[in-house]
């Protein structure tokens, strides 16, 4: 990251916050008297305009561009959260949040209290002890000190507190991976206000593991020299067109924003110049663990609400992290002490062939007709510690939408006796254990097929006995139930039925006469596989069900609530449905769990190849004919002298 220089002005309210904005936000709370000089900034977000606000603006209009902070005393802990207008030049309101009180919930870590922790550790004379007690005093220099968040566990020393846990990890040199060396059994719990060691953990003496955890070039050997160059050129340029923060690519039109918690966040998103969503971001993720040791037990990572998604976004290179023609979004957030940060390039958007749109081979003198799919691609990388996780938006020519989660990077492991078994935790490599552990992201589609006056409805497969209705036994239908309330709408998926959910128009039909509508349609996901009386399925209430539905209410952005780091349960969905509104024909949000059971094996060591998980929302009905039809035929098919894509087939018409 970068300190800002330079970013354009907002030209449009939903345009991502600029540098010049966050410095002036920053300006204003210490002319407020709210940025003194032990005060932080753990979050900082835009205050996106209300609909109402949308509704009534037009171009040329003042922007009233306001911005939504986290303040939070590093001395003391006292935390105020305050919503500045940038255009006006004020304070709009303040709000005391007392992290001491039940539920509790602690704001994001600052970046300041990583290497905060790792020097309280490494001065702690119980961790010096623990270290010599293992042999390993002469590994005290070269030692990594991991800072983690602590889940919620409920010990009378914690609760309240500002408490980050450390675990132990050995470098052989300074430019050495330190995961693959973990110290096991060593846990360290600091108070990041006090700034001491609260609790120490010291059990066991498994030895440490002294296999590589190196996987650069230069440390795994010759590279193979096999693969032949993939040349990805548009002569003539991409197809999509963008104004600051629109995009129009197609039949597709969209804003691209970004923010330090969600990341990448799309607005306005049209097709045919028909609304499908209002917003769409990927604002939680759960990263919960199935061991039972000490060492791991706590461990329920919120890798948006505990460390901010947007914050630890990377800075993406050509032909690394984007293939093809190219066009970067730069972000901006906010550092620890609230000054603009520019992350160039952080987002990416390209076109990508997507190999076969629509194809037919027809007998007779029509013979074959075949069309090339392409889609328009958005996406981010985040890493956070030893994870790296990739979001990924893809646009179709038929309507449809794909989200997919990326999971790569190194998986967290600890140590155990070489060739021993362990139910919650395979041996990667020897002596490394890796744990059970799953990956729970959470969308929040703000849904607004043909406007916002929307109805849920799950579609169900469905058997018919054989008999009457059925007398040869093949027949079989399907059934629609309205979700009509927000407790209704709390479902699971059911492949066996091929379930999906249908967000239907309550006032637009096609030319059937049916309401148009978008599917959510689910890929296979297990839920939070912890127990439902657990810590973490307190927190994390939302991974319990794939698809939640709640009434359209401005603030309620989090599935695991504003402070999941160190909070009791029981915030964010389980808080928004409690009212059980009605969500029949009206604005509502859906929000989709999906990911990763990770049962990690030898070939995710020492770097885990990318993982996939996401889910599709696909037109049905939305349109009156497939909006495909008038792509034209692939600019490549007549390379090799053909008369058509034909391929030689049935029906060949080419002369082949």
Known sequence: MTHSEHSPAPQHPLDPLTGAEIDRAREILVAAGLLGETWRVPMLLPDEPTKAELAAWAPGDEIDRRVDVTLMDAATGRVVEAVVSVTRGEVVSTREHDASEAPYGQPQYLFEEYERAEGIVKASPEWQAAMRRRGLEDRIELAFCSPLAPGFVGRANEVGRRVIRSLTFLRDSEDDIPW????????????????????????????????SGQYTGDAVGPVRTTLKPIEITQPEGPSFHVDGSHVQWENWSLRVG???????????????????????????MVVPYG???????????????????????NHLELGCDCLGVIRYFDGY?????????????????????????????????????????????????????????????????????????????????GAGEPGSANPHANEIAPGVFAPVHQHLF???????????????????AARIPMGEENPFGNAFTWTATTLATEQQAQREADASVARVWEVQSASKTN???????????????????????????????????????????????????????????????????????????????????????HIPRTEDWPIMPVDYAGFWFKPYGFLDRNPAMDVPESSQAHASGDASCCGGGAGCHCGH
């Open 180 to 211: 693959a060396h973990p110290v096991e059994g060593l846990i360290v719990h600091i108070d990041l206000v006090k700034n001491e060691v609260i609790g120490i953990e010291d059990e066991g003496d498994v030895p440490v593991p002294t296999g």
């Open 258 to 284: 970004f923010n330090a918690r969600e990341g990448l966040v799309l607005h306005d998103v049209r097709f045919d110049d028909r609304p499908v969503l209002a917003r769409a971001s990927v604002p939680e």
């Open 291 to 313: 061991d039972t040791s000490n060492t791991r037990f706590w461990i329920s990572y919120f890798d948006a609400g505990e460390y901010l998604l947007g914050k630890n976004a």
């Open 333 to 413: 957030v906010a550092d620890d002490h609230g000054h603009a940060v520019q992350i160039p390039n952080v987002v990416c958007m390209h076109e990508e062939d997507y190999g076969i749109l629509w194809k037919h081979t027809e007998q007779g003198p029509v013979g074959a007709e075949v069309r090339r799919s392409r889609r328009l691609v958005v996406s981010y990388f985040s890493t956070v510690g030893n994870y790296d996780y990739g979001f990924y938006w893809y646009f179709y020519l038929d309507g449809s939408i794909q989200v997919e989660a990326k999971a790569t990077g190194i998986v967290f492991v």
């Open 442 to 460: 959470c969308a929040r589609l703000d849904v607004a097929i043909d406007g916002e006056d929307n109805r849920l409805v799950e579609i169900d």
């Open 511 to 597: 030319y059937t006469g049916a309401p148009t509508a978008y599917h959510l349609i689910p890929q296979p996901t297990a839920l939070l596989m912890a127990d439902p009386a657990s810590s973490v399925a307190a927190r994390a209430t939302f991974a319990t069900k794939h698809v939640w539905a709640t009434a359209y209410e401005p603030g309620q952005l989090w599935p695991g609530g504003r402070y999941p780091n160190a909070h009791q349960g029981g915030a964010g969905l389980p808080a928004y449905s409690a009212g059980d509104r009605s969500i029949d024909g009206t604005d509502f949000v859906l929000w989709h769990t999906f990911g990763l059971t």
